[in-house]
């Protein structure tokens, strides 16, 4: 990576000294040694295609999504709080292509013939792979909120836990709010997707309303028995900023949802809100489940933490939020974007006869917005334990922000910046 | 046009085989691994597109001193500090010679 690379070439000469490096790509290129498919162009699989490529130009990398393009879903809660809108937490797939040579293919991927190493798309022809990268996020068991089991439910009871037109719509549902409202959010049992986002999010749709419907209210009801990260920065966060709007209640457990009244059963009691924002439970991505993945309470998917090889199918590596957590490990942005570096990094080793690194170590850092500019940020660092056989976070690193503070806003909107140029460009 | 095209591809294959060759089977992985980690904030191979401190191309010797700092707490800190204490002294030196060898 020291040496002159293609990217600076292109940079270097323009669009004419791209056109004749497109003529020495045909002169120069010698046949891939293997072909790597990607499944999943989230904060996972877009980096891992991306890693790939840069370590290992002599692979082939095909990566198959369906989305037009990436929308972070960190940050997003930024759109619902109004100083952030979902076009600038919007990258295109275009650079991985053009200056990375992945291979784009929009489609879903519905299955995954292990035997015979393809992978089967909703509309296009099957594709081979000698490894196959699975980064499939999460699905919605909306199977234990029956009332939400219609479409038409799910869209006047929104979760906004995939950023993207949910974003947005939920958003409209705040400004439609009157004042004195009652906003409610429903948090499932952890482990889900982003355990501080809820708690986030609370305090963007406070601080929206402390701006514009000062009489309304955000009403917090969690399934677990307490906040399940950053708790007393947090609970600061909310009594201090928005005092009398955000109201927090733990062991909250959902029964069920009535969309048409816009009720919560809890266990107990029945809750009205004006807008209705449930998180519903989760598991792995329906590709997950389809290829056999699943390993863990019918939910995650167990890797061998060395490869991310998966622990049920040979040949096949599983990254982010579908992965069984290894222990103190979130399921974020952040976390997925280095599960792709050990993936890339096994995958080239497993491909080329090279050891798999015996010594991964990896970080996390979430940083939560308590309104348009301050922050604060949970971290740690996860080394490989051979004993354990597992990733563990190291004892005495890592914590938290002493207090919610601006240069850290600052930080947060550049590290956004980072990991989205990290992934895509 | 054709013979210009000739030369840049002369010099790009080399710089390929460079890249891809005999370099690249002495190349570090594992120090280049995790390095990457870091890129999730400071920019891939440290090479930052804004609001993070660049570390590619950076002196080693004050790269290492830095991180030192951030792991004994010397130096003021919203998170390095935190991320520093998780790697031992040598595995600091490993990843300040790598930044410090990254093109800026």
């Known amino acids: ?425 | 046009m054709s013979k210009p095209i000739h030369i840049l591809c002369a010099a790009l294959l080399g710089s390929t085989l460079l890249a891809g060759g005999p370099a690249a089977a002495e190349e570090d992985t594992q120090v280049r691994s995790w390095a990457a980690s870091c890129s999730a904030c400071h920019g891939s191979a440290g090479a930052s597109v804004g609001g993070m401190p660049a570390i590619a191309g950076q002196d080693r010797g004050k790269l290492a001193t830095l991180l030192k700092e951030f792991k004994n707490g010397t130096r003021p800190a919203t998170v390095m500090h935190q991320h520093a204490k998780g790697y031992t002294d040598e595995e600091l030196d490993r990843l300040a010679a790598y930044f410090s060898r990254q093109r800026p």
């Not at chain 1, 989305?67 to 990258?91: H, K, M, Q, Y």
């Not at chain 1, 980064?135 to 219609?150: K, M, N, V």
């Not at chain 1, 938290?400 to 240069?407: E, R, T």
Request: net charge positive; proline share 6%.
């Open chain 1, 1 to 425: 990576m020291t040496s002159f690379s293609r990217r600076d070439f292109i940079k270097a000469t323009g669009a004419a000294g791209a056109l004749s490096l497109a003529g020495c790509a045909a002169i120069g290129q010698r046949k891939p040694i293997a072909r790597v498919v990607v499944i999943g162009g989230g904060y996972g699989g877009a980096t891992a295609a991306k890693y790939i490529r840069l370590w290992a130009p002599q692979i082939e990398v095909v990566l198959v999504e369906p989305n037009p393009a990436f929308v972070s879903c960190p940050l997003s809660n930024l759109v619902l709080g109004g100083s952030r809108t979902i076009d600038e937490l919007t990258t295109g797939y275009d650079n991985l292509v053009k200056r990375h040579g992945v291979q784009l293919v929009r489609d879903t991927a519905v299955a995954v013939d292990a035997d015979k190493r393809q992978v089967r798309l909703a509309h296009g022809d099957p594709l081979a792979y000698d490894r196959l990268i699975v980064s499939p996020g999460i699905a919605f068991l909306y199977d234990q909120i029956p009332g939400l089991a219609t479409a038409e439910a799910q869209s006047r009871v929104l979760h906004a836990w995939k950023a993207g037109p949910q974003t947005v719509a939920l958003r409209k549902q705040l400004e439609s709010i009157r004042d004195g409202g009652v906003y409610a959010l429903h948090i499932p049992k952890a482990p889900y997707r982003c355990p501080p986002g809820p708690y986030e999010r609370a305090a963007q749709v406070a601080f929206y309303f402390k701006q514009h419907k000062p009489r309304s209210k955000v009403l917090v009801l969690d399934a677990n028995p307490d906040i399940t990260s950053k708790k007393g920065l947090f609970t600061k966060a909310w009594s201090e900023r928005y005092p009398g709007i955000v109201e927090y209640r733990p062991n909250s457990e959902l029964i069920d949802v009535d969309a048409r009244t816009l009720t919560l059963k809890l266990l107990g009691e029945d809750i009205k809100a004006d807008v209705l924002n449930v998180v519903p439970p989760q598991r792995a991505g329906d590709i997950a489940k389809q290829a056999g993945l699943i390993t863990a309470n019918d939910r995650w998917c167990g890797v061998d933490w060395l490869s991310t090889e998966s622990l049920a199918v040979k040949g096949v590596h599983v990254l982010g939020d579908a992965t069984l957590s290894a222990p103190g490990m979130p399921k974020s942005g952040f976390m997925a974007n280095n599960h792709a570096k050990i993936a890339a990094d096994a995958v080239i080793a497993l491909i080329t006869g090279r050891e798999v690194n015996p010594h991964p170590i990896i970080a996390n850092t979430c940083y939560s917005f308590v309104s348009d500019t301050d922050v604060v940020h949970v971290a740690s660092v996860h080394k490989y334990d051979a004993a354990k056989k597992t990733l563990v976070a190291v004892e005495g690193a890592g914590g938290l922000s002493s207090v919610a503070n601006d240069l850290e806003g600052k930080y947060a909107q550049a590290w956004a910046k980072n990991i989205w140029a990290d992934a895509l460009l």
